[in-house]
């Protein structure tokens, strides 16, 4: 009985405790970076394009200038293991891939996307070719589905089968050089922007353009969906009384470029609000798992989190 005494309390201790890396279930939904940093993640000898978090182990991916690759243990702060494969710099990465079989995609300056296997210690499984410039992006449709989408400097969105290889549609735009293509959260949707300083929104079944985002005075750099968990703040910022049903996977668009301002739209291509704050390009944009913050990054060496419940302030 003492034993079993002493199990339980040990079990109740190990229970309240918050494992090395992770905040505790009610801790997450109101934490925000701060330093000092936790961990410094260094092997990279040149400047780092991309990183990707994998869905549900605690890998973190990263892209290099140097054609790299590196597989970290986020949680353990160590470099597992470098990649090569690419010949020029590595320009974007994103984790996901048949349901069971998550899978690892780059895309390259070199022309080309790789599809890479964690269960086979990041394996190059397969070469993807079919753009005729550089490779700005990749990103599958949804994190369960064997679909993924590219963009290219050469003005197209193709969608490829990650099974087969084989690319099953080509999009072409007026867009001189597409730099990003995030799907919504159900895979429906596209909104892309580029060189033309406009994002548009695109319906994946049809290719069927359903809205333009026109007020960048330079190019787009990224763009992303805004969760449905931020549809409160954000409807609030639109003026509406109640906010959208959740269920719709597209109703704010989010667009950062090299004219510094984060721009807020709805489904239909309205303007609702200007971030102003950076000094130079946007790079990089997420929204904060509450839906309460923007989170936004920057040539200017920042990153800045805007309170959507406080209008950005």
Not at 43 to 61: D, N, W
Not at 255 to 262: A, I, M, N, S
Request: proline share 5%; hydrophobic share 35%; net charge neutral.
């Amino acid at each position: 009985m003492d034993l079993e005494f002493q199990i339980a309390s040990l079990r109740d201790e190990l229970d309240s405790l918050t494992p090395i890396g992770r905040s505790k279930p009610n801790e997450a939904k109101t934490w925000l970076p701060s330093f000092p940093a936790r961990d410094t993640l260094k092997s990279h000898r040149v400047g780092i394009r991309c990183i990707a978090f994998h869905p549900v182990f605690s890998s973190l991916a990263s892209g290099s200038d140097n054609s790299t690759i590196k597989i970290w243990d986020w949680e353990l702060g160590e470099l597992e293991r470098t990649l090569k494969g690419h010949t020029r710099p590595v320009s974007s990465l994103d984790f996901g891939g048949p349901k069971g079989h998550t899978l690892l995609a780059s895309c390259s300056t070199d022309l080309s996307i790789k599809l890479w296997d964690p269960s086979e210690n990041f394996a190059n499984i397969r070469t993807l070719y079919g753009h005729e410039h550089s490779v700005s992006a990749v990103r599958f449709l949804q994190h369960t589905a064997n679909l993924l989408v590219s963009a290219s400097r050469d003005s197209t969105i193709m969608v490829w089968d990650v099974s087969t290889g084989y690319c099953i549609k080509t999009v072409h735009s007026d867009n001189d050089w597409i730099r990003d293509v995030p799907p919504s959260f159900d895979g429906k949707w596209l909104v892309y922007g580029g060189h033309n300083h406009i994002a548009k929104i695109l319906e994946v079944s049809t290719g069927e353009l359903k809205a333009t985002l026109l007020g960048h005075d330079n190019d787009i750099e990224c763009c992303i969906f805004a969760p449905p968990a931020s549809y409160g703040y954000l409807s609030t910022l639109a003026g509406l009384k109640k906010p959208p049903p959740t269920g719709n996977s597209a109703e704010y668009v989010l667009t950062g470029g090299r004219d510094k301002p984060v721009k807020i739209w709805n489904f239909r291509g309205t303007l609702i609000k200007t971030f102003n704050g950076h000094n130079n390009w946007v790079r990089g944009l997420v929204v904060h798992p509450s839906g309460r913050y923007l989170i936004s990054v920057g040539d200017d060496k920042t990153m800045r989190c805007w309170d959507l419940s406080q209008e950005g302030n």
